[in-house]
Each structure stands twice: as structure tokens, then as C-alpha cells.
């Protein structure tokens, strides 16, 4: 299977606790995108790399989050101290592209995270 | 601000009952204009890409249309499988994707 991947597709946590997860893209792709999903809403962007420079941050990346993208492969997310209000299906997508404007973006099935 | 608006919420159709979906969007300058769909529990699937009015694209019962405000994906003799969540998205300035609340169809036998 050639399309992006994602791990663990579910994460249960306590709040306060930290948790990563990690997106494998589609591999010729050189950009990556994180987007956070909430129960009956479209997915909200996060961040996005364009090979291993972070290219831009959602206001919605409080201090908490962080991610990275090293050697342009695969991307991790990191969650720090997390809250109930964190709870959501995080979305990996990746596309090729350059410039400002998005491109196809084809996204992986997710990492449900909840955060009792 | 740049905003997706979709309607209805949720559709429900008889198999073989044609309908449409709608998008309207607010953004100076649109860049791309996307649909995706989604299944419960999964990450939205790529459907089709419009970039300007009066464009159109179809694949197997769905065909995608655009205008300066708005556009629609119209489903023709929908099938049980069709039953989904039809999200649209615009091309924001940071090389996001803006996305609507989305239309959550269901097709009865």
C-alpha cells in the first residue's frame, strides 16, 4: 500500500500525559500537513512542511503542540500536558506542491486521540 | 475571514433519488476549490479539484460544478455505498485547505 499511513490509529490518555504520533506520507510527496478533526466539523489545519522546513502554524498550535519532519520523511506530532479539550481524530495528509496555494492533498485514515 | 459554508447539513435519499449538494465559499482569489469524501472513522478521500467558473469534472455518479460563489456535487442514481460525509474545502493563503462542516448523505435501499 502506497498511501500515507498513520500511528496508532487510537490513543487513550490520561490528561497531563504527553503523546506523539507519527505519519509515514505518500513517498514522493514533499509536503505534509496535520489537521485536527472534532465530531460533526470539517478537519482544521494545524501546520504544514514543505520537505523539512515547517512552513506555517495554525494559531490552533498552542505552545503545547510540536511537530517535525525529519529529513523530510515522515512527520511526528507531538502533545504536551494534554487537555480533554485535545481530544479529536488528528489527519496526516501530504501532496506535492510548491508555492502558496494548496494542492491535492491525500490524507491518512488518522489517530483518534482521547484524553480522559 | 475566508469561510466554506455547506448545505443541507444532512440528506437522505432514496436509491436511484438524483440530488445536489452546495457549497458556497467567500475567499478573494480562489486558488482551488476541493471535494473530498469521508467515511465514518476514516481520513476524507480525494475526489476532484475545480479551479474556475464554469468548470466541471465527473467520476463514476458524482459530477462536481463551479461558479464565482459557489459549487455543487450532483449525485445521480445514488447507490447505498454513496452514503457518506461530502466535504468541501477552498485553498487558503498558507497552503492549507479550508474546509466546510461537510453533508452527511445516507442512501436507503
Known amino acids: 500500500d502506497t498511501g500515507v499511513s498513520q500511528n496508532p490509529r487510537h490513543k487513550i490518555t490520561k490528561r497531563g500525559q504527553n503523546v506523539t504520533f507519527r505519519c509515514d506520507p505518500i513517498s514522493e510527496h514533499n509536503r505534509l500537513y496535520w489537521y485536527r478533526q472534532t465530531l460533526g466539523q470539517g478537519p482544521e489545519f494545524l501546520t504544514y512542511?514543505?520537505?523539512?522546513?515547517?512552513?506555517?502554524k495554525s494559531r490552533l498550535l498552542s505552545d503545547r503542540f510540536s511537530a517535525e519532519r525529519p529529513k523530510g520523511s515522515f512527520s511526528t506530532l507531538e502533545i504536551q500536558r494534554t487537555e480533554q479539550g485535545d481530544s479529536a481524530m488528528y489527519l496526516c495528509?501530504?501532496?506535492?506542491?510548491?508555492?502558496?496555494?494548496?494542492?491535492?492533498?491525500?490524507f491518512g485514515p488518522g489517530t483518534r486521540l482521547t484524553v480522559t | 475571514e475566508d469561510q466554506v459554508t455547506q448545505s443541507p447539513e444532512a440528506l437522505r435519499l432514496q436509491e436511484g433519488e438524483s440530488s445536489s449538494l452546495n457549497c458556497s465559499y467567500t475567499?478573494?482569489?480562489?486558488?482551488?476549490l476541493f471535494w473530498y469524501r469521508q467515511d465514518p472513522g476514516k481520513g476524507p478521500e480525494f475526489l476532484f479539484t475545480l479551479y474556475s467558473a464554469g468548470e466541471e469534472k465527473e467520476k463514476e455518479r458524482l459530477k462536481a460544478t463551479l461558479t464565482k460563489k459557489e459549487s455543487f456535487l450532483h449525485i445521480t442514481a445514488p447507490k447505498p455505498e454513496d452514503s457518506a460525509t461530502y466535504l468541501c474545502a477552498h485553498s487558503g493563503s498558507q497552503g492549507n485547505l479550508i474546509f466546510g462542516k461537510g453533508t452527511k448523505l445516507s442512501v436507503k435501499p
Open positions: 475567499v478573494s482569489g480562489l486558488r482551488g
Open positions: 512542511f514543505q520537505n523539512e522546513a515547517q512552513l506555517e
Open positions: 495528509a501530504s501532496s506535492l506542491g510548491t508555492g502558496s496555494a494548496a494542492h491535492e492533498q491525500y
